[in-house]
Every structure is written in structure tokens, then in C-alpha cells.
């Protein structure tokens, strides 16, 4: 290599390093964002292999979460327009919400919401024996991936209809027997 | 020195790459792609964060610059085979080798002579006997999972043919496939038929058992143009130059045990000959490669720490397989044809730590034996055997991710080698760097090993050549890459590689050709990608590569004008200096996309003779519609437009053999059918 074209790579390297090491600073992305990301589609995907009763409003899907909520997020990151062709809004849930407007609810609690429990409002939570309370839909994990526990009794109430292709990828529970 | 440097800083600011994600690489199908785009049955294989053993692999993944194209990627595009792939890829062009047979380049330098290993599912479809890849109309795209590119050399883990690069053609497996899908697909050029093709894909997943089957049948032709060779003759291409390809693989798999076999029949008909004259009208000549391989591997896990991967690899090759066909049906006169039996077997341990480390230390034992039916040589080769040893091992750091690789080989025909290599990446939230060193070694092949004998036995002039000796392969690679928002992320790298002891392949006065060692080659350059994805407009990727000479003493490599001196200092024969490509892929309604492609090649010099041809740029345009679920559910309906604007690429070849350039195809209407039930 001629010293013309060495001289030449000295410089590249060296303003290469520097961009390198004086423009960036470390900073981690942790593991639950991967994990939150993921719930987020599973919540959309999940949507896609529901059918709702035919009295349902159609002509756009509303998915209720608190605003809080680290999939909340996500879902904005993600931006997704639709769900089964209707357009998707998602609703930052407060005190006024009228939760009965939802086709889904996210929920940050570990037990569904006895007021909507007959209604036809998908209800999915990643809390501890949330679909055995009397929720639909259950995230863990389990060997590192995301899977789903669901309760058939409470589709049933709620009149959703899960498709073939989804209970297959269920743990199907049942709901507690509520204690004296 | 100013402009070069503002070009670099500003290719810094704006280019991207195919950043490896830092998550599930093993797992996504394509860490490149955004996941959203996964259905809920591979969600669920993605892993909410990565086990030592995946960590080990991601690292190892990410120590090398790779480009990675899923299988999704292809069908969008309508990629027609292989070389539509590549042809994305940042650093890679094709060029005429010889005979109707078109080689792939890699930063500059022919990656022929087993610079480059390519395989399908592990199994090595890179011919032993000289190490070449034949593409065109060769290596489907309908059952692709993804294709990993490694942009640089992989000789520590993949073995002597990736001195310059890897190519890891993935399938898809029975659950992936779960049913049958059946495709057919016909395209006609502006003056004859460009294709015609049948593929049936199959696979199933029952419980641990796994199995999956795809085979396709090409029927194609290489171009419609006028082919003129150096001295003014010319012959009309339109349906007569066949490329012909039987491709069929079978897959099973029980929890850790694999066992696959893979069969590839490919025949090239050509009148373009291997030099600067045509073959009379009477006749032709067909080149054909086969291989049949089986791979069997097994992997134990001792826990999550440590496993122990055991494999055999077998292939039977029979490439450049050369006979004389006559138009008028006579027999066919079979020229040459040598056989090489390929035996690999394997056994690596790994240990992998909660924190990321790992530790690799494997060994491997192959030889080849030649057999040979026909040739102009007389007598026997010797079994060419090579024992491996090797390690690779990284310790993480917050700040730097330190990965050292020693390969050590025994050769039963050449020396020893210790290839070393060391690495030094880390992505730290949404920036990422590597800085990489990588030796390789490449011993010459038995092909290699038989054309000098054969010279000596049968050059009429008197002369005597020796065997080459192996290559010695040195490369520098630094890269960044930074994701400015979900949605937009670029990388950007530059690379120093030098091969010393070049092995060229020259020819005396009267064509007898052999091969010798040249001191060396040099190449540096940079190479850029960016991804963006936007909701209404959809998704882009552009990539930007350029390479320059760095050493080349006796330019061999280089253009020439008749006094000798050379035309251009800074870039090879057929190869541009400058490419950038640009897909877009428009989701315009769930079931409906619309995918287009530019790629650009800069100005290109190539030998037609004696003479010099200088090859202007050009601008490749292809677009592709794809209406899934079209009438009835399962049925695809794909109609694709290629080179749109007819701006007919020419296959210049890449090395001086007096080859004129290979017309490439005009304008190709090509509509594709499938069924997935």
C-alpha cells in the first residue's frame, strides 16, 4: 500500500473514531420493552381471530388502556390504523371513560371489571390470575416468550366467539370458585 | 483529500444498514424487519429477552457486517431468483465469468475461486472442485425463510470458501409451510421467452417431528439480445441460451436431530464460449453442475449453558460438466466431467454464560476425492484432506463486547495456518459499532490443483507452471449504525481487504490456461443502508456501496489501454465502483402491494478481445404487484414488470479473458400464480 492512500485510511479511521466515541452516549434498552412491544401486537392480532356479536357498533374498533400503562405506549409507537379493515382509536382510559364504548380493554387490574363482565368487550390484562377472575385473556411467561391464558366462560358471557385457530394457541382456565 | 472527506462525514450523517437487532436473533425470521409485521404464531416464538445461549448467537451474529432479506422481503418483490436478492445487497455485482455463466462479486473483487460460501441450510452448494457459484435462474426464492449475508470473511466458523464472504440461504421448516402451496409462473422478454417454471413447497410440524419438502423446476433463458463476440460474429439469444434447474430439498427434524437432502441439477447452454469467439451455428455447448448432498446434525443441550453440536456433511458434485451438442440432433460429445465427493464431519461445544459470554471450541475433519470420468488430465489426484481446529470466544463489557477467534488448519496438500480474529462491537440502546480484524486462509482446490497439471502435461509451447500456494486474507471493517426513531434506523461502514497470494487465472498465447499466484489485491470502500418505514407511504430501504483500489501492483485487475498504462486507477475490471439501491414496498390494502426497485451500477470496464469496452451506467427499474387471497382464499396473484424502462444490463466480465460482455435481458413481463391450501 503506497503511503498516499495509507495517509488517506489514517484520516477515515480517525474521523471515524470520532464520530464514534464524542457523539454518542450509551444508554440500554431494557428487556421489558421487548416484552411490551410485544403485548402490544399480540393485543392488536389477538382482535383479528375474534368475532364480536352482530349488534356491535362497526365502524371503528376502540381499544381502552390507561394512559399509564407501559403498552399504552407502545400501541402509539406502533402506529396501527386498523383492526379487521375498521379504523382503530385508542382510548386513554380515566375516571370518565364510558367503558361499555370499548371493544377492548387493557386492563392494569388483576380482576375484570364486574360491570362490563356481560358485555361484549374483549378484556385482556397481564395482572396474576386475571383470566381465572373472571378476565378473557391472560399474558406470561413462560420460557422467555409471551403466551396466553383464557377463559372460555368469560367469552361466553361476553358473547365473543375466540376462532379455532386462536383457542389452539390458548391455556385454557377456568374461573375461581369465589371463596365463603 | 478535502471532498473525500466531506463525502465521508456526510455518508456517516445519512446512510444505514441492515443493523442486526439486538433482540431474538435467532428467533425473528428477519432481525432486520420490524416485527409488527409477524403474524400471532410467530410472535409467539419471540422471545420477551434472550436466553445465554441466544445472546451467544446474537453476538456472534453481530461480530461481522450482515445484510439479512426475509423471505416476506422476496415474495413482495417478486424476486425471480437468487440474483434478485443479491442484487440489493450492498457491495455485490454480477459479472460474466464465462459460457453463458454469470459470477457474483463481493466489494470489488470476483468472488470465484472459492472466495465466497454459499449454502442452503448449512449444506455448501459452492462447487468443490474450483469453487465457483453459478447464478441465474439457479436458486428459487419461494421457500426462503430469510438469506443471511455476512459482508466480509466468516473462515473461523464457516471454513475455507468464506474468505471474502457467506451467503446462508435459510428454508423455511414444516411449521412455518404448515399445508401445501403450489406455484407456477411465466415471463416472456421483449423477444422471447424469459421463464416458465413449476414449484410445489410442503411441510408439517407434529409435535417434535418436523418435516418439510420443496421442489422446483426452471425453464429459462438468460437474455433475448445479440450476443457479438470480439471478432464481429454474433448469434440472436432469444431462445437459445437455456438455463435449465432442478432444485428439491427434503427436511426432517426430530427435537434436536436433523437430517436433510438436497438435490441441485443445473444445465447452461451457450454459444458465447469461454473466450473471445463464438461457437459455429452447428453446434453449442452445455455446462452442468449437479449436487447431492444429505446433512445430518444433532445438537444436546447439557443445560442452558452448554451443548455439544455434532454434524456429517456429504456431498457428491459433478460441476463444469462440458459437452458439445449439435443443433442438427447428432450425439452429444462429452469434453469433461469430474466428480468430488465432499465428507465433513463436525463436533463443536459451546458454553454459554447468563451474562452473554461464550465460549466455542470445535473441530472438523473433510476431504474431498475426485473422480474423473472425462478430462484432459491424465492421472490421479491425491485425496485432498484438511483437519480444523477452532475457537471463538467474547466476554461483555458495558461499554464493549470483546470477541477473539483462532482458526488452525492442517492441510494434507499445503501448509499449516493460524487464521486469527478479533472484534470488538457492542450496541448500546440505539447506537451500535463494530470494529472487526479477520484473517482468512483459502487453500487452493483440486480444480485449481488439476488445471496447472494439465497444463503441464499438455501446453504446446513448453511451459512449465507450479502449483499456487494458498491465499492470505486480511480485513479491516468498522461500522455504526444509530436507530433515530422506531421507524428510520442507518449504519454505515468502511472496509480495508487484502488478499495476498491472488490466485489469477491467465492463459498463454495459444488459450491453455492455468493458474498462478499474484503477490496481491487490495480493495477499501464503504458501504451504506437506511431503512424507514412510514404509515401511509410504507416501507424504504436504500443502499449505497462504493470500492476503490488500493493495491493492485501489476494491475491485473485493472483496465489497460494498448500501451499498457492503466485507464482507471481506482476500480477492477466489470465491476462499478459506485452502486445504490432503493426498495419500496406500499401495503396498499391487507391483501394488495405494490413493490418497486431501482438499482443503480456505475460506469464498468471489460475486455472484448484486446479491445477495451467502456460500459456506461445503469439504472435497473422493476416493479412488482402482489394480490393475496385474490377471489378465493389461499389463491396469490403476482404480476411483475423488470427492467421497465428496457435499460438492458451488460454482464462484463470480470477478469481479462477476452470475454465481450453478456447481454442481460430486455424488459420481462412475468406473471406468477400460487396456491397455498
Known sequence: MNSYIRKKIRIYLLTFFNIVFFTCAPSYASDKSMENKLKALYIVRIAEFIEWPETTEKTSFKLCIAENSPIFEQLQLLQIDTINKLPLHIIALNKDTALLDCQILYSEKEKAEVSIIQHPILTISSELDFARQGGMIEFYIDKSKVRMKANLEAFALARLKPSSKLIRLLTIVTTAEQKQ | ?677
Open chain 2, 1 to 677: 483529500m478535502l471532498k473525500y472527506l466531506l463525502f465521508l462525514l456526510m455518508t456517516l450523517q445519512v446512510s444505514t444498514s441492515y443493523a442486526i437487532s439486538p433482540l431474538a436473533c435467532s428467533e425473528v425470521s428477519d432481525p432486520s424487519q420490524n416485527i409488527e409485521d409477524l403474524d400471532l404464531m410467530d410472535l409467539m416464538e419471540i422471545p420477551v429477552f434472550l436466553s445465554a445461549s441466544q445472546q451467544a448467537e446474537c453476538t456472534k451474529t453481530a461480530a461481522s457486517v450482515v445484510s439479512t432479506i426475509s423471505g416476506e422481503e422476496l415474495l413482495n418483490m417478486g424476486a425471480r431468483d437468487l440474483m434478485d436478492a443479491l442484487e440489493l445487497v450492498p457491495g455485490m455485482n454480477f459479472g460474466v465469468n464465462l459460457s453463458n455463466t454469470v459470477g457474483l462479486g463481493i466489494r470489488g473483487i470476483d468472488s470465484d475461486n472459492g472466495k465466497l460460501s454459499v449454502s442452503i441450510d448449512g449444506i455448501i452448494i459452492t462447487e468443490q472442485r474450483f469453487g465457483t457459484t453459478v447464478y441465474g435462474s439457479h436458486f428459487p426464492v419461494e421457500q426462503i425463510d430469510r438469506i443471511e449475508i455476512i459482508r466480509g470473511p466468516g473462515s473461523i466458523l464457516h471454513g475455507n470458501f468464506a474468505e471474502l464472504g457467506v451467503i446462508n440461504i435459510i428454508t423455511k421448516k414444516g411449521k412455518q409451510l404448515d399445508g401445501v402451496t403450489a406455484s407456477g409462473s411465466y415471463g416472456h422478454f421483449s423477444r422471447g421467452e424469459a421463464r416458465k417454471n413449476a414449484v410445489l413447497t410442503a411441510g408439517k410440524e407434529w409435535g417434535d417431528f418436523d418435516v418439510s419438502f420443496y421442489g422446483k423446476y426452471n425453464y429459462a433463458h438468460r437474455s433475448d439480445r445479440i450476443y457479438t463476440d470480439a471478432h464481429g460474429d454474433s448469434f440472436d439469444m432469444a431462445d437459445n441460451n437455456q438455463l435449465e434447474s432442478l432444485l428439491g430439498s427434503f427436511k426432517m427434524s426430530y427435537k434436536k436431530l436433523n437430517f436433510q437432502v438436497l438435490l441441485d441439477e443445473y444445465n447452461v447452454n451457450s454459444r458465447d464460449s469461454f473466450a473471445d469467439k463464438i461457437t459455429p451455428p452447428e453446434r453449442y455447448s452445455r455446462n452442468s453442475f449437479s449436487t447431492y448432498a444429505t446433512k445430518l446434525f444433532y445438537q444436546y443441550d447439557f443445560n442452558e449453558h452448554f451443548k455439544l453440536d455434532t454434524g456429517f456433511d456429504f456431498s457428491r458434485q459433478t460441476p463444469w460438466e462440458r459437452s458439445r451438442q449439435y443443433i442438427n440432433g447428432e450425439d452429444d460429445v462429452l469434453k469433461e466431467k469430474v466428480s468430488v465427493d465432499h465428507y465433513k464431519f463436525d463436533l463443536k461445544a459451546t458454553y454459554s454464560h447468563d451474562e452473554g459470554h461464550y465460549l466455542v471450541i470445535g473441530n472438523s475433519y473433510q476431504f474431498e476425492n475426485y473422480q474423473h470420468d472425462v478430462s484432459n488430465y491424465t492421472g490421479e489426484l491425491p485425496l485432498f484432506g484438511n483437519y480444523t481446529l477452532y475457537t471463538e470466544a467474547v466476554y461483555k463489557t458495558p461499554w464493549v463486547n470483546i470477541l477473539g477467534g483462532l482458526r488452525f488448519d492442517v492441510y494434507s496438500e499445503y501448509d499449516t495456518n493460524w487464521s486469527p480474529r478479533i472484534a470488538l462491537t457492542k450496541q448500546l440502546g440505539k447506537f451500535h459499532y463494530k470494529a472487526l480484524y479477520s484473517q482468512a486462509f483459502h487453500a487452493p482446490t483440486g480444480g485449481n490443483y488439476q488445471l496447472n497439471e494439465e497444463y503441464n502435461q499438455n501446453n504446446t509451447i513448453g511451459n512449465y507452471v507450479e502449483q499456487i500456494v494458498p491465499e492470505k486474507t486480511h480485513t479491516y471493517e468498522l461500522e455504526i449504525g444509530y436507530d433515530f426513531m422506531s421507524n428510520l434506523s442507518v449504519s454505515a461502514n468502511m472496509f480495508y481487504t487484502r488478499i495476498n497470494n491472488y490466485f489469477f487465472y491467465t492463459f498463454d498465447e495459444n488459450f491453455d490456461d492455468y493458474y498462478t499466484n499474484l503477490d496481491g489485491i487490495a480493495t477499501w470502500g464503504a458501504e451504506t443502508g437506511l431503512n424507514y418505514q412510514h404509515r401511509q407511504l410504507g416501507r424504504f430501504k436504500f443502499n449505497y456501496s462504493f470500492y476503490r483500489t488500493a493495491y493492485d501492483p501489476l494491475g491485473t485487475n485493472q483496465a489497460h489501454d494498448p500501451d499498457g498504462n492503466i485507464i482507471h486507477p481506482n476500480i477492477n475490471l466489470g465491476f462499478p465502483a459506485h452502486k445504490f439501491s432503493i426498495n419500496h414496498h406500499l401495503q396498499i390494502t391487507d391483501s394488495f402491494s405494490f413493490n418497486h426497485t431501482l438499482i443503480f451500477s456505475s460506469e464498468r470496464y471489460a475486455y472484448s478481445g484486446a479491445d477495451l469496452i467502456h460500459h456506461k451506467p445503469t439504472a435497473i427499474y422493476n416493479t412488482y404487484f402482489r394480490y393475496q387471497d385474490a377471489m378465493l382464499e389461499g389463491l396469490e396473484v403476482g404480476l411483475g414488470i423488470y427492467d421497465l424502462f428496457n435499460a438492458q444490463f451488460q454482464y462484463a466480465q470480470y477478469y481479462n479473458g477476452s470475454h465481450p460482455a453478456l447481454p442481460g435481458n430486455t424488459r420481462e413481463f412475468n406473471l406468477k400464480l400460487t396456491y397455498s391450501f
